[in-house]
């Protein structure tokens, strides 16, 4: 199982470890520094919340899985057994070439050097330095055994890396997943560093990104706070659209309260709402939500704003809903591509067949019309076939009746194969 690679030059090391402090070099970083080729590893004690085999996956107390993961194998629970951080270099022309990661039972690499056991501290210290002195993408690496040592306090190493503009952004940003497990770190103060990252125009998106992301994982919902604050930011709308999707993903209840306060506030800005509407009608939408959504409805003024509120409507779905998306659908003031679309999203939202084929009726143009056949070849249920039937056979424009005819041929059975042989042989 491989975790973590890192290439890395020993002058680098040595340089990153005599930033160490007052205290001077370490004796892990002589010697590590003192090897040019070969295998070293070492071990050290490893966090209360950490458990693995030792050798393929290791677990930390929040249930996150690392390494080589069988979510169906019930073993892995019971093979899941406390023990030390294992970290396995490789080391080649000075150069450290792969650094490996294991936790549980302590085992030992092939024809590898054993440094023994190293205090916990010094080691997570050792890595966090590596971590931000290295270059490239795999001191990234570093940090993940680092943060599992025991009685560590890794906070101020992962704050220096993730305010450092000039590290790696995959670094950077693995130092601010961190922060919100370190077990070191105050909710507050993460949530203060993560707000101040977030804000930081000058930074990276993806370092951005990945600050107001991890808002959501503080325990007990110590960023929903931070995050409505940034959601409701006007002059950075890039941010509050990135907050704003956030909490929408949040099943918190204090997320969807917010959520709620967006979708009715027609002072915000469009693609803010639009993020609103569309995090409010998941999976765990209400009655409620769904009528809230409705009633917004009428003080948008943006197609992309509409069309992620008739998609809303139709996620939440129910018969009350598939009524008003039909009825936007019969309302000529919407523009075509959105009564198209509240068609569709009509028969998703549980419209029946007799529904649509009045529907069909009750549209004019031939656009729409096509729209409801597509929706009832969706439908299926026999009020849907027979309209197809009729459709077929009428004197409608041409292409409404090949789509229709089109439409009935998904459905095998006997009195379908018999109307659509009966309309083939007329001239």
């Known amino acids: 199982m491989t975790l973590a690679a890192l290439s890395l030059s020993a002058a680098t090391v040595g340089s990153a470890c005599a930033q160490g402090g007052a205290q001077g070099t370490s004796g892990l970083e002589r010697r590590v520094s003192a090897t040019a080729n070969g295998t070293l590893q070492f071990h050290f004690a490893s966090r209360e919340d950490a458990c693995g085999d030792g050798q393929r996956f290791f677990r930390t107390g929040d249930d996150s899985w690392y390494g080589t993961i069988n979510s169906s194998d019930p073993a892995m629970h019971t093979q899941c057994a406390r023990g030390p951080v294992r970290v396995v270099i490789t080391m ?23 440094l023994g ?14 971590a931000s002195r290295g270059d490239g993408r795999p001191a990234r690496d570093a940090i993940l055994p680092a943060v599992m040592a025991d ?14 503009q000039d590290r790696p952004r995959e670094t950077r940003r693995s130092a601010i997943s961190w922060l919100a497990r370190s077990p070191d770190a105050s909710v507050e103060s993460a949530s203060r560093a993560l707000t ?11 370092v951005r990104q990945q600050a107001v992301s991890t808002l959501i994982r503080l325990p007990r919902g110590a960023g929903i706070a931070a995050l409505a604050d940034l959601a409701g930011e006007r002059t950075d709308t890039w941010l ?47 009655g409620a939500d769904a009528r809230l959504l409705r009633e917004s409805y009428r003080s948008l003024t943006n197609d992309r704003t509409k069309d992620a509120t008739l998609a809303a409507v139709a996620t939440v779905g129910g018969s009350a809903n598939a009524e008003w998306l039909m009825s936007v659908a019969r309302n000529r003031e919407e523009t ?15 419209a029946t067949g007799a529904e649509l084929a009045a529907l069909y009726d009750a549209v004019e143009d031939t656009d729409a019309k096509g729209a409801v056949i597509g929706a009832m070849s969706q439908e299926g249920s026999k009020p849907s076939r027979d309209k197809l039937l009729t459709i077929a056979a009428s004197s409608e424009l ?3 009746r ?20 009966g309309i083939a042989t007329r001239p």
């Open 240 to 286: 509050g659209r990135e907050a704003t999707k956030v909490l929408a993903r949040s099943g918190d209840p204090r997320a969807r309260d917010f959520l709620r306060r967006a979708v009715a506030d027609a002072r915000l800005p469009e693609d803010l709402r639009a993020a609103a509407i569309s995090g409010l009608g998941n999976d765990l939408a209400t």
């Open 336 to 350: 075509p591509a959105l009564r198209r679309r509240a068609i569709s999203l009509s028969e998703r939202a549980g």
């Open 117 to 130: 056991a190293v205090p916990a501290r010094e080691a997570s210290a050792w890595l966090l330095q590596l």
């Open 92 to 114: 080649a022309e000075r150069e450290v070439v792969r650094l490996e990661t294991f936790i549980g039972p302590l085992g030992r690499a092939e024809d590898a050097t054993d």
């Open 151 to 164: 009685s560590a306090t890794p906070t101020p190493g992962l704050l220096a890396i993730a305010r450092d």
């Open 196 to 206: 101040a990252l977030a804000r930081d125009e000058r930074d990276a998106p993806t």
């Open 402 to 421: 090949r789509r229709a005819i089109s439409a009935l041929e998904k459905f095998d059975g006997p009195e379908v194969r018999a109307a659509l042989a």
């Open 398 to 400: 041409s292409a409404l």
